[in-house]
């Protein structure tokens, strides 16, 4: 029985399990693996992508290329007799070109419940939305962003402790499997598309260190969301001072305040005021330290206010 041919294009920690899961099928080649350039680091070194790295570790053969919408790369892929390219938090837009020569052949992972939160970061906004529900998506890839048929859809239930570091752990595991399932199942799946209905759209845009400002303003749900959705980056933060402090391990403690922003430092916590309740902060970051625990925190700091600092 002939395996089928695979172009895998992906880069961070998230394709790293699909591209596991396909490399260890009988029925699956993966032909070539595309990812991004190496990071340039300290003193001049380069630290290659995960998938890049597993690529080598594997013995798959790889490319970092500027560009997969140059006629050189599409030329290169003739040679390849490729099934399909599976594309997987690669990071470069998908041309034209590339979508003509391999029409509906293209296939893509994407962690939300499409319709909602077409754009980069859906794992953060489905968290900042508070929803309790989401999935990973196996799409055909079109011009529009993330607004191709759908082929599968795997739901995944939302804990009340879940953050974006465990939610994509999560989305990742089961993503990886729907994205087997949809390969080997092309066919029937393809009949069966679902067309999105583009009026139920919405999206999300990139994040930035900005994002991560929590003014206790807002009602402490909200804050919570922010602190899930921001856990891994940009991480949240208060302003003290003019000076940033981040924060972790935060909980909610639901109350009547007479005083938002009001700060308390206890023994091994502080408490801050939101708008509907008390915020109890586990760590924190003072600008240029490392994060610890607000015990040991305490025992080099301290806090000559008792009121935040918050935007109206």
């Given at each position: 029985?002939?395996?089928?041919?695979?172009?895998?294009?992906?880069?961070?920690?998230?394709?790293?399990?699909?591209?596991?899961?396909?490399?260890?099928?009988?029925?699956?080649?993966?032909?070539?693996?595309?990812?991004?350039?190496?990071?340039?680091?300290?003193?001049?070194?380069?630290?290659?992508?995960?998938?890049?790295?597993?690529?080598?570790?594997?013995?798959?053969?790889?490319?970092?290329?500027?560009?997969?919408?140059?006629?050189?790369?599409?030329?290169?892929?003739?040679?390849?007799?490729?099934?399909?390219?599976?594309?997987?938090?690669?990071?470069?837009?998908?041309?034209?070109?590339?979508?003509?020569?391999?029409?509906?052949?293209?296939?893509?992972?994407?962690?939300?419940?499409?319709?909602?939160?077409?754009?980069?970061?859906?794992?953060?906004?489905?968290?900042?939305?508070?929803?309790?529900?989401?999935?990973?998506?196996?799409?055909?890839?079109?011009?529009?962003?993330?607004?191709?048929?759908?082929?599968?859809?795997?739901?995944?239930?939302?804990?009340?402790?879940?953050?974006?570091?465990?939610?994509?752990?999560?989305?990742?595991?089961?993503?990886?499997?729907?994205?087997?399932?949809?390969?080997?199942?092309?066919?029937?799946?393809?009949?069966?598309?679902?067309?999105?209905?583009?009026?139920?759209?919405?999206?999300?845009?990139?994040?930035?260190?900005?994002?991560?400002?929590?003014?206790?303003?807002?009602?402490?749900?909200?804050?919570?969301?922010?602190?899930?959705?921001?856990?891994?980056?940009?991480?949240?933060?208060?302003?003290?001072k003019d000076e940033?402090?981040?924060?972790?391990?935060?909980?909610?403690?639901?109350?009547?305040?007479?005083?938002?922003?009001?700060?308390?430092?206890?023994?091994?916590?502080?408490?801050?005021?939101?708008?509907?309740?008390?915020?109890?902060?586990?760590?924190?970051?003072?600008?240029?330290?490392?994060?610890?625990d607000v015990n040991?925190?305490l025992r080099g700091?301290?806090?000559?206010?008792?009121?935040?600092?918050?935007?109206?």
């Amino acid at each position: 029985m002939k395996k089928i041919n695979i172009c895998f294009m992906g880069s961070p920690e998230f394709s790293l399990e699909t591209l596991d899961l396909l490399n260890k099928d009988e029925d699956i080649d993966i032909r070539l693996v595309v990812s991004a350039k190496d990071k340039k680091r300290n003193r001049n070194k380069f630290t290659p992508t995960v998938v890049k790295k597993y690529a080598i570790d594997n013995n798959l053969e790889y490319i970092t290329p500027d560009t997969v919408n140059s006629e050189e790369f599409l030329d290169d892929l003739e040679k390849y007799d490729l099934d399909y390219i599976v594309v997987v938090a690669f990071g470069q837009l998908i041309g034209s070109k590339l979508l003509e020569r391999y029409k509906d052949r293209i296939l893509n992972l994407h962690p939300s419940k499409l319709p909602d939160y077409r754009g980069p970061s859906p794992i953060q906004y489905t968290l900042l939305n508070g929803k309790k529900e989401t999935a990973a998506t196996t799409m055909l890839i079109e011009k529009g962003m993330d607004s191709g048929d759908i082929l599968l859809q795997k739901d995944i239930q939302i804990k009340q402790d879940d953050d974006f570091i465990s939610l994509s752990e999560k989305l990742s595991y089961y993503g990886a499997r729907a994205m087997l399932e949809t390969i080997k199942n092309y066919d029937s799946l393809y009949k069966s598309r679902i067309k999105q209905d583009d009026s139920l759209a919405t999206f999300s845009k990139k994040i930035t260190k900005e994002d991560g400002l929590i003014t206790f303003n807002e009602k402490g749900e909200n804050i919570i969301n922010k602190w899930r959705a921001f856990r891994s980056y940009p991480q949240v933060f208060f302003k003290l001072k003019d000076e940033n402090y981040k924060i972790d391990c935060l909980e909610f403690i639901k109350e009547e305040v007479s005083n938002i922003g009001n700060l308390e430092v206890c023994k091994d916590h502080l408490e801050i005021a939101c708008k509907n309740g008390i915020i109890k902060i586990g760590k924190i970051q003072k600008p240029g330290k490392k994060m610890m625990d607000v015990n040991s925190f305490l025992r080099g700091n301290d806090f000559n206010v008792n009121n935040i600092n918050y935007e109206k």
